[in-house]
RNA sequence: GGCGCGGUAGCCAAGUGGUAAGGCAGAGGUCUGCAAAACCUCUACACGUCGGUUCAAUUCCGACCCGCGCCUCCA
């Protein structure tokens, strides 16, 4: 099998060969620095971030860009709105968002650019599509000539002349045509600037990110990515410039990730029904928002809600608890030996990285892997429900299984002592209890019992369980307590 | 209006030309003083509708219905 990926230029999913292997050159449309992300800028971070490591562990070297904008309109507003300088407005939201990514478990791409730094190669850009003709200057303000562009559309499947049917593109005295678009916009006062042959001013909204991808890749390229949303005008137009500077194609592979949505209804700044990162993971393990993104296909809508948060958690609870059944199985154990049940399951676990591959494969199929994994969960468990002891090879062979799965899914990898820890601390932290109160509890439960006063018993028992503390009598008398999870309680 | 995506059991969600992973929720059972966890069973004659191709379609083709998205800044 090898690795194929649904490619939006084409709409079909193709075998993936990098340009030059094994090197692979991914470019990410990060995002404009002006606000905290949302859980759909969430969604897209992390789809890509999966990609990038399932690349690697595919064994190739992968050049991961994804860029900050830090220069636009909705930051020069913003400024004004908080009245900071623009780049001090660029410079809080960068830090948040590094913060957000590292509360994700999403790892650092290879670099990082910042459009600011990058405003010579965007003019030398636009110098060229000058040159070509493929620029015209406008008032103050150069622009694109989109119709002079063969194959304008290839990537959204928009034709010109449909686009204008539509009629909702922005109108500018000096525009040859409503769809051209803004390479250099000049400035007003107060405004950021730079200088250049046209006049002061700062790039259009697209030019950036065909000056940074080029400048790290090359001019061809293997894949680009962003969410649904970005395809057009945004990549569009990064081809329409990119291909128009230097005649050669621009980027091979275009990935594009589906929306999440809110009661049936995309996520997004301008409707204001969003869900911050940091807000969420003020009610949820970053864990669980990770799993829950990654519970769907990349390509499909996510519909947020609760009750799939919840189900998120309990999934991921099922499988640190049994995780950490199969640890204490294998600490006393000495046994050399499989038993017939170790051996069938053993023959499954030596699959897993081949079924997982194959998952993988097929334009990164997260959600079957999941499946992969709790099929494998529910057989581990009942092996355990028969024998107290595993063998150490199964152990093993099932941690490096599962560790390798964590490298590329950035799941199911904590330490599950650590993680059912969090979650009793989370709860607690909620209900106001504490371990030697509980304790207390359990000390007054158990005399009760041994009256068999089995009414105060039930009422102690009901009364932690209020407060998301369950117990659980063991069978050799005495009782441990644990909490539910992935429930804002 | 143009273009695109999707409609799988109570909910979420994979997948396949020969009747379909996994998770959550609910019910029953084993276990337990009762519970919890785990396991087993059930909920499950689940594949939007109607046609067509086929020995066989949920899977391919067509039409239609519904939902969503893009066409304006948006992950």
Not at 103 to 122: C, H, R, S, V, W
Not at 248 to 266: D, L, M, Q, S, T
Not at 453 to 475: F, H, M, T, Y
Request: hydrophobic share 35%; charged share 30%; glycine share 8%.
């Amino acid at each position: 099998m090898s690795l194929h990926i649904y490619n939006t230029l084409t709409r079909r999913k193709e075998l993936f060969v990098p340009l030059h292997p094994p090197q692979v050159g991914m470019y990410v449309c990060g995002v404009t620095v002006y606000d905290y992300c949302h859980l759909g800028h969430a969604r897209a971070l992390v789809n890509f971030d999966v990609i990038y490591r399932y690349l690697k562990s595919r064994g190739y070297q992968v050049n991961y860009v994804r860029n900050y904008t830090d220069v636009d309109d909705k930051i020069i507003k913003r400024s004004q709105e908080e009245g900071i300088p623009w780049n001090e407005v660029s410079r809080k939201y960068i830090a948040a968002f590094d913060e957000d990514m590292t509360a994700l478990g999403n790892t650092q791409p290879t670099f990082e650019p910042k459009a600011t730094d990058y405003i010579p190669d965007m003019q030398k850009i636009v110098k060229i599509l000058i040159d070509k003709k493929l620029a015209y200057k406008a008032g103050e303000d150069i622009f694109y000539s989109v119709r002079k562009q063969k194959g304008y559309g290839k990537l959204s499947g928009k034709k010109i002349d449909e686009l204008e049917a539509g009629a909702r593109v922005e109108i500018h005295e000096g525009k040859k045509d409503p769809l051209d678009f803004c390479l250099w916009k000049s400035s007003k006062p107060g405004e950021p600037l730079w200088s250049s042959p046209w006049g002061d001013g700062r790039p259009g909204w697209h030019i950036e990110c065909s000056a940074m991808s080029m400048k790290h890749l090359g001019e061809t390229f293997d894949i680009h990515g962003g969410g649904r949303d970005l395809a057009f005008p945004h990549h569009e137009n990064e081809i329409a410039q990119s291909e128009g500077a230097t005649g050669k194609p621009f980027a091979r592979f275009w990935i594009h990730n589906g929306f999440v949505n809110i009661n049936a209804e995309k996520m997004s700044k301008s409707l204001g029904n969003f869900l911050t990162i940091r807000d969420l993971l003020k009610n949820y393990p970053a864990e669980v928002l990770r799993y829950f993104i990654l519970s769907a296909h990349y390509r499909s809508p996510l519909d947020y809600t609760d009750q799939n948060m919840q189900a998120s958690g309990q999934s991921l609870d099922r499988w640190y608890s049994t995780l950490e059944r199969i640890q204490r199985a294998c600490g006393k154990n000495k046994k050399p030996i499989l038993s017939d049940a170790e051996k069938k399951l053993a023959e499954k676990v030596s699959r897993l990285d081949k079924d997982c591959e194959e998952a993988m494969d097929d334009d990164f199929n997260t959600a079957k892997v999941f499946g992969l994994l709790f099929d494998l969960i529910r057989d581990f468990n009942k092996v355990l429900d028969d024998q107290k002891e595993l063998c150490g090879s199964l152990c093993h062979l099932f941690i490096d299984a599962t560790k390798r799965i964590h490298d590329v899914l950035g799941l199911f990898g904590s330490d599950p002592a650590r993680y059912l820890g969090m979650m009793k601390e989370k709860t607690l932290t909620q209900s106001g209890l504490t371990p030697e109160r509980i304790g207390q509890e359990i000390e007054k439960r158990n005399s009760a019992r041994k009256n068999k006063n089995w009414v105060e018993a039930d009422r102690i028992r009901q009364l932690l369980l209020q407060s998301g503390v369950q117990l659980k009598d063991n069978p050799d008398g005495t009782t441990t307590w644990s909490v539910g999870s992935g429930k804002s309680i």
